[in-house]
């Protein structure tokens, strides 16, 4: 009969708040992903993350419920909440969904750089500026996020001193997308009483 009463005991104050750390981590890390998705315009993945999010949330607030009485049922689920915030974080910068605008100021030629650039599959845009050091170019590239890494190393290889920043990008067309196929003129057969294509 003691046992079984510490038994339980030691299921209240180890096991329960441990379950509740853990259903923290996981729903908070949902909730981050669901916010990604959401801003990325995913309607169809965030949806299914906030249903997973919500069934984790319920199982560890009904078992606070539970163990009104238990302190350490709080700390866990405070300690759960922070923990899941750095993991969907951590989740966050490993996802690299969506796309980018990457913006670079030089300030001189850059020609290696953009020579560089223009070999591979990036080809910036570039704008003639003018800054208070003299001439410069401003290049607009827009890139997946897990293409961010490669080109910053080429930026900090040939321009270390100039300026870039990144900014979020909801939504691209792609520039190898072909252009829509003109409309085909038609002319109207009155005696017919219906429309031909002209060539």
Not at 7 to 12: H, N, R, Y
Not at 30 to 39: K, P
Not at 105 to 112: G, M, N, P, Q, Y
């Amino acid at each position: 009969m003691i046992e079984g009463v510490l038994a339980g005991d030691m299921f209240a104050l180890i096991v329960v708040p441990i379950l509740i750390f853990f259903a923290r981590v996981v729903d908070v890390s949902l909730g981050t992903l669901r916010v990604i998705y959401i801003s990325k315009g995913y309607k169809y993945i965030a949806p299914m993350l906030g249903f997973f999010e919500v069934i984790v949330w319920l199982i560890a607030i009904s078992k606070i419920i539970e163990n009104l009485t238990n302190v350490y049922c709080y700390l866990a689920y405070g300690a759960g909440f922070a923990a899941g915030t750095y993991v969907g974080m951590l989740l966050e910068e490993k996802v690299s969904i969506g796309k980018v605008s990457l913006r670079v100021v030089t300030r001189k030629e850059a020609s290696e750089l953009i020579g560089h650039l223009n070999d591979t599959k990036y080809r910036p845009a570039i704008v003639e500026a003018e800054s208070a050091r003299g001439p410069s170019k401003v290049l607009f590239m827009t890139l997946r996020r897990h293409e961010v890494p490669e080109v910053i190393g080429l930026i900090k290889q040939y321009e270390p001193k100039a300026f870039y920043s990144v900014e979020e990008v909801r939504f691209a067309i792609d520039e190898d997308v072909p252009p829509p196929a003109p409309k085909q003129k038609r002319k109207y057969l009155p005696r017919l009483g219906f429309f031909i294509k002209e060539k």
